[in-house]
Nanobody
Framework: VQLVESGGGLVQAGGSLRLSCAASGNTGSINAMGWYRQAPGKQREVVAGITSGGESTNYADSVKGRFTISRDNAKNTMYLQMNSLKPEDTAVYYC??????????WGQGTQVTVSS
């Protein structure tokens, strides 16, 4: 499985970005997918998750009401719509795919920088 993130960039506080994560290869038996982020000097943290059919989502408290995770299974792509961005959202954002049997895959990450 290969995961490729895109959509990161530099945005002013209050602005929006939409991240994409395109999956290719053996994309069967997907249990869930999610977005994580890692800021300099900090541990990687979960941002949002979504089940394989998209019927259930969850969010970190810090992004609830501002970020929306979604999936387009026909395109094997997951998205993260980020609104009302804050400087503290600055981080490298990674997507993760979890298989039913426990194996997980990570993308290479995309940088999001929010200026104040």
């Amino acid at each position: 499985v290969q995961l490729v993130e895109s959509g990161g960039g530099l945005v002013q506080a209050g602005g929006s970005l939409r991240l994409s994560c395109a999956a290719s290869g053996n994309t069967g038996s997907i249990n869930a997918m999610g977005w994580y982020r890692q800021a300099p000097g900090k541990q990687r943290e979960v941002v949002a998750g979504i089940t394989s059919g998209g019927e259930s989502t969850n969010y970190a408290d810090s992004v609830k009401g501002r970020f929306t995770i979604s999936r387009d299974n026909a395109k094997n792509t997951m998205y993260l719509q980020m609104n009302s961005l804050k400087p503290e959202d600055t981080a490298v954002y990674y997507c993760r795919l979890l298989k039913d049997y426990g194996t997980s895959y990570w993308g290479q990450g995309t940088q999001v920088t929010v200026s104040s």
